[in-house]
C-alpha cells in the first residue's frame, strides 16, 4: 500500500477501509453492541427496582430498602466503567462510597450522573443493543433461511421473524435471503455508529466531574514527569554501557596494538605490520558500535527517509508480513518521530517473537494536532505488559510525550495497540 492515501468521500482515510480492517470493526461494533447490551438490561432492572422502592416508601417500606438503591446503582456504573475502560480510555469512579440512600444520590454530583446514565442507558442503551444484536441475528437467519425453510412447512407462516410474507416456494425463500443481505448491509452501515452512540452516555456521565478530572490530570502528569526522567536515565545506562563494553574496549584494543606496533618496529619490523592490520580492524570496529550506539539515539534513517521511509523499512526487515499506510502531512518534531519509530520497532519485534501472527498492519495518521499510530495483528492475542513483553518500555516512551496507550489483545487475538501522540508545533 502506498505511504500517502487520500481522504475517502466519507470523510475518513481509505486505510480504514481495507477489509480486514473494516470486517474487525464490524466484529469489535457487535460485541461492544452485546456488552452494553448486558450492562443495559442490569440498568433496566435497577429501574425496575428503583420504581418499587418509590412504591414501597408509600407503605412504609423505603427506610429498609432505599439503602441497596445507591449501592445498586454504583455496581452496575462500575461494571460499564470497566466494559468501556477495555475498549478505549480509562474511565475512573468516584473514590467515595456510594451515598445512603436515593435523596442523598440525587444530590450528590458523582451520584447523580450515575442516575442520569442508568434511566438513559437503560432505555436508550437498551434499545440500540437490541436493534443491533437483531439486525445480526436476523440476517444470519434470513441469508441461510433457502437450506433449511423446508423444515417450516408443516406451520401456518413458514418465515422468519422480520419478515412479512409467507413462504410457500423457493423464489419466497430466495427473497427472505435478499432481505437478509439488507439488513446485513444496514449493519455494515450502521453497526459502528450504534455502538458509538450507546457507549456516548456513559462515557460523557461516567467520567470524573471537572474538579476530579484535573486532579486526576495533575497526578498523571507527575506520573509522566517520573516516568521520562526515568526513561531518560535508563536510556543514559543503555548508552553508557553500549559505549562501556564495547566502543571503549575495542579503543583501548586499538591503543594497545598501536603500542605493541611501534615497540615491534623497532624490534622485529616484520610483525609490525600484522599488529597495524589488527589495530585497524578493532577500530573499525569500534566505529560500527559507534554508529550502532548513535542511530539507538536517532535513527538517521529518519532524517533520510522520513517517517514513511524509515517505518517502510522496519516493515521490510520484520519477521512477519506487515503492511504499513502511512498518511502524515509535513513533518512531526523529531522527537516525536523517533518515539513512533521506537514503538513500531519494538511493537514488530513483540509480533514475531511471541505472537505466531501471519499479517501485521502499522496505520498512522495525523489528525490536528495529534499523531495516531495503530498497530495491529492476526496472532494468539493474550499480551500483557506486565509478563515482560516489551509493552512496559513502550508506554514509558509514549508517557514521556504526554501521549496515550491503549492495548487490546484478548486470548485467541487479535492484538491491537493504539498509540496517541501530541505533535503540535
Known amino acids: 500500500m502506498p505511504a500517502n492515501q487520500p481522504e475517502t468521500a466519507a470523510g475518513g482515510r481509505s486505510g480504514q477501509w481495507h477489509p480486514r480492517v473494516r470486517v474487525r470493526a464490524l466484529f469489535d461494533a457487535l460485541e461492544h453492541l452485546v456488552g452494553g447490551l448486558g450492562t443495559a438490561l442490569l440498568a433496566f432492572a435497577a429501574l425496575a427496582w428503583l420504581a418499587f422502592v418509590a412504591l414501597g416508601s408509600l407503605v412504609g417500606l423505603g427506610r429498609l430498602l432505599a439503602p441497596s438503591a445507591p449501592r445498586m446503582v454504583r455496581g452496575i456504573a462500575e461494571r460499564e466503567r470497566a466494559r468501556l475502560s477495555r475498549w478505549g480510555p480509562e474511565i475512573i469512579g468516584p473514590a467515595t462510597p456510594p451515598p445512603a440512600d436515593i435523596r442523598a444520590t440525587l444530590a450528590d454530583s458523582d451520584g447523580g450522573r450515575e442516575m442520569r446514565w442508568l434511566?438513559?442507558?437503560?432505555?436508550?442503551?437498551l434499545l440500540l443493543g437490541l436493534v443491533g444484536a437483531t439486525l445480526v441475528l436476523d440476517a444470519v437467519q434470513d441469508?441461510?433461511?433457502?437450506?433449511?425453510?423446508?423444515?417450516?412447512l408443516p406451520t401456518d407462516n413458514a418465515a422468519p421473524s422480520l419478515v412479512f410474507w409467507t413462504v410457500r416456494d423457493d423464489s419466497a425463500a430466495a427473497a427472505v435471503a435478499v432481505f437478509g443481505v439488507v439488513l446485513a448491509v444496514l449493519f455494515v452501515v450502521f453497526?459502528?455508529?450504534?455502538?458509538?452512540?450507546?457507549?456516548?452516555?456513559?462515557?460523557?456521565?461516567?467520567?470524573?466531574?471537572?474538579?476530579?478530572?484535573l486532579s486526576l490530570r495533575v497526578a498523571q502528569?507527575?506520573?509522566?514527569?517520573?516516568?521520562?526522567?526515568?526513561?531518560?536515565?535508563?536510556?543514559?545506562?543503555?548508552?553508557?554501557?553500549?559505549?562501556?563494553?564495547g566502543t571503549q574496549n575495542r579503543l583501548v584494543a586499538v591503543t594497545v596494538l598501536l603500542g605493541a606496533s611501534r615497540r615491534a618496529l623497532a624490534r622485529d619490523p616484520s610483525s609490525a605490520d600484522e599488529m597495524l592490520e589488527r589495530a585497524q580492524q578493532a577500530a573499525e570496529q569500534a566505529l560500527a558500535e559507534l554508529r550502532t550506539v548513535v542511530r539507538g539515539i536517532l535513527p538517521p534513517v529518519l532524517a533520510d527517509r522520513g517517517l514513511a521511509g524509515a517505518l517502510a523499512?522496519?516493515?521490510?526487515?520484520?519477521?512477519v508480513e506487515c503492511e504499513v499506510d502511512v498518511d502524515v502531512p509535513g513533518r512531526c518534531a523529531a522527537s516525536v518521530e523517533a518515539t513512533t519509530y521506537f514503538v513500531v520497532a519494538e511493537a514488530l519485534t513483540n509480533i514475531a517473537k511471541h505472537s505466531r501472527?501471519?499479517?501485521?498492519?502499522?496505520?498512522?495518521?495525523?489528525?490536528?494536532?495529534?499523531?495516531?499510530?495503530r498497530i495491529e495483528d492476526d496472532g494468539i492475542g493474550g499480551a500483557d505488559e506486565h509478563e515482560g513483553s516489551g509493552i512496559t518500555g513502550i508506554r514509558r516512551r509514549v508517557e514521556a510525550h504526554d501521549g496515550r496507550l491503549a492495548l487490546t489483545s484478548p486470548p485467541g487475538g487479535p492484538t491491537t495497540l493504539q498509540v496517541e501522540l501530541p505533535c503540535g508545533l
Request: aromatic letters at 6%.
Open 119 to 125: 434511566f438513559v442507558h437503560g432505555t436508550l442503551g
Open 143 to 152: 441469508i441461510t433461511f433457502p437450506l433449511w425453510w423446508r423444515l417450516l
Open 191 to 213: 453497526g459502528p455508529a450504534l455502538a458509538r452512540l450507546q457507549a456516548w452516555p456513559g462515557r460523557r456521565l461516567l467520567a470524573p466531574s471537572g474538579e476530579v478530572d
Open 221 to 245: 502528569l507527575s506520573a509522566t514527569r517520573a516516568a521520562a526522567l526515568d526513561a531518560h536515565a535508563t536510556e543514559l545506562r543503555r548508552i553508557e554501557r553500549s559505549l562501556h563494553d
Open 313 to 319: 523499512g522496519l516493515a521490510a526487515d520484520s519477521g
Open 357 to 373: 501472527a501471519h499479517h501485521a498492519t502499522v496505520t498512522v495518521r495525523r489528525r490536528g494536532q495529534e499523531l495516531s499510530l
